[in-house]
């Protein structure tokens, strides 16, 4: 693997920040096409529009129905779109580095199945609104994650040791979320299963706001802690010997990684296999070891908005949830990806 390229920028107060200079190119690259994916996606639909039109009614220039198909039916989806791309692709990145495992993301460990399970409760038992389901998922994606990191703890977490867990607590998962679904009468089985897919469709202000709230609080917490998180891929003896407060640094991480899934589940349902393509996806783009968390974060985002896009332009506006296309495509690659470690004795 070619060395990264990196290189301190010191101000004249003495502040010196290391750049990784192909990973930060890799990111603003990512997030450059996932705009224009999403000013693409957009103007896709029954009413088409222009990605000239787009910007001009983005910037408040359009007619009024230009205004209210862009603004009010399309912005909403594409803005959760990228938000919930953005936090399963910084989650993927953050468990995979803590786990040492590329198989350790939240589709494979069962923290995606559990805010699934924390919803269908409400929607089950409690006929909840939007908000309670969306509560409901954040609770049971809290549960799940606090179950499985005391399950998998022994004088510290082993990278092999919480995928097990986490394989055996989505494995149990999946037979309570089927039990849910059978406990329901028609109205509440059809609506959790359109939810339990992972969908963008009918995703409105209401579902963007909450999502902008723990976005805005969670990924800077997760950048920040970028430096320790590489600390603590060589090792928890290395880490303590350069002054990294491995549990406290890991709990914190894991924490934030488990709510940032949960609030994406919240947002748009389970969608499958983001977090565990996206920062496989940008460490091969980057070259570069390590969690690569801002490439991982845009890559995510680009990944749903264009598996939304295609989900549309393949198969017609609204036929194909976003959570289908995404679980097909990635459950191809965790195929490639347990045969490429079986391979290299890893498995």
């Not at 149990?172 to 959790?192: F, H, I, K, P, S």
């Not at 202000?205 to 999502?211: G, I, T």
């Not at 976003?322 to 965790?334: A, K, Q």
């Amino acid at each position: 693997m070619k060395a990264r390229t990196v290189k301190a920028l010191r101000t004249r107060g003495g502040l010196s920040v290391r750049v990784d200079v192909r990973g930060t190119a890799a990111g603003l690259l990512l997030a450059a096409l996932a705009l224009v994916m999403g000013v693409v996606l957009i103007g896709t639909g029954d009413f088409p529009l222009a990605p000239a039109d787009v910007l001009r009614t983005l910037t408040g220039n359009g007619t009024p129905a230009q205004d209210f198909i862009v603004n009010e039916l399309r912005l909403p989806r594409v803005l959760v779109g990228l938000l919930v791309g953005v936090a399963l692709g910084l989650a993927g990145a953050v468990f995979q580095s803590i786990s040492r495992n590329p198989l350790g993301s939240p589709d494979v460990i069962g923290f995606g199945y559990g805010s699934a399970a924390g919803a269908l409760t409400v929607i089950v038992f409690l006929k909840g609104s939007t908000y309670a389901v969306a509560a409901g998922a954040v609770g049971g994606g809290l549960l799940t994650g606090l179950a499985v990191y005391l399950l998998a703890w022994r004088r510290g977490i082993h990278g092999y040791r919480l995928v097990l867990v986490g394989i055996g607590a989505a494995a149990m998962l999946t037979a309570v979320n089927g039990y849910l679904l059978t406990e329901a009468d028609l109205v509440d089985a059809a609506r959790a299963v359109v939810w339990i897919t992972g969908s963008l469709n009918g995703r409105d202000w209401a579902q963007v706001w909450p999502l902008v709230g723990a976005c805005a609080v969670l990924v800077p917490l997760v950048l920040g802690q970028g430096r320790a998180l590489r600390t603590l891929e060589m090792g928890d003896d290395s880490a303590y010997a350069l002054g990294v407060r491995v549990e406290r640094t890991r709990l914190l991480l894991t924490l934030a990684a488990v709510l940032l899934t949960a609030a994406a589940t919240a947002a748009a349902g389970p969608i499958a296999f983001v977090a565990l393509t996206a920062p496989q996806l940008a460490r091969r783009l980057t070259r570069s070891p390590g969690a690569n968390l801002l490439p991982a974060a845009c890559m995510g985002g680009a990944l749903l908005i264009t598996a939304d896009w295609a989900s549309q332009r393949v198969f017609g506006a609204d036929q194909l949830p976003v959570g289908v296309l995404t679980g097909v495509l990635g459950g191809g690659y965790l195929l490639w990806l347990l045969v490429t470690e079986r391979r290299a004795g890893r498995i």
